[in-house]
């Protein structure tokens, strides 16, 4: 197994948590499946969850599709597919660039919330055609705070036939 290097930043003035992985030689094979493990005991916040992605002027496409599992406390888990926009039509990295090196932070959920307290698991998986995926650096996890859940009723919530925001 590939040794991973990892950053990981906590602040609780912030209230932000942020992991990155690094890409073994800029080249993401599918068998790299990158955890970010978070522990959440505030279950009334409100979060946003962001993917962060670097890569070299050198990636080839507009986009990356990403399989991300989330796995809850109590062991169930769920997946879903995610598309990051990375340029527009003409090619024009959306993310901020220095050189030939670029950075994006790609809102991925808006007023998330984590109905369990617990640890959350969060694997992300490369989806593209491409195996080994070339002239990516890093892939990383980003969560921040932003509010307070508003109280809901006990009857006004059984009433409530769609699911909202969860990770």
């Given amino acids: 197994m590939l040794a991973l290097c990892c950053g990981c930043q906590f602040s609780t003035q912030l209230n932000v948590f942020e992991q990155q992985t690094a890409i073994p030689h800029q080249s993401w094979d599918a068998k790299l499946r990158p955890v970010f493990t978070i522990h959440i005991t505030d279950t009334t916040a409100l979060y946003d969850i962001y993917v962060t992605l670097r890569h070299t002027n050198d990636y080839r496409y507009s ?3 990403l399989l ?6 109590d062991g169930k ?8 926009p990375l340029a527009d039509a003409t090619g024009r990295w959306f993310g ?14 808006h007023h998330a919330y984590f109905n ?28 921040e705070k932003i509010g307070r859940r508003q109280p809901v009723a006990a ?13």
């Avoid at 991300?68 to 406390?73: A, D, L, Q, S």
């Avoid at 888990?77 to 990051?84: A, D, K, M, T």
């Avoid at 901020?96 to 932070?105: A, T």
Wanted: glycine letters at 4%; aromatic letters at 10%.
């Fill in 63 to 65: 986009n990356l599709w």
């Fill in 68 to 73: 991300i599992t989330t796995t809850y406390p």
């Fill in 77 to 84: 888990s769920i997946r879903q597919r995610v598309e990051l």
């Fill in 96 to 109: 901020s660039g220095m050189e030939d090196i670029f950075f994006h932070r790609i809102l991925i959920q």
């Fill in 116 to 143: 369990q307290p617990g640890t959350y698991r969060f694997t992300f998986e490369q989806d593209m055609r491409d195996n080994p995926l070339p002239n990516v650096m890093n892939i990383g996890l980003r969560i």
């Fill in 155 to 167: 009857e006004a919530e059984k009433q409530v036939n769609q699911p909202t925001a969860q990770p």
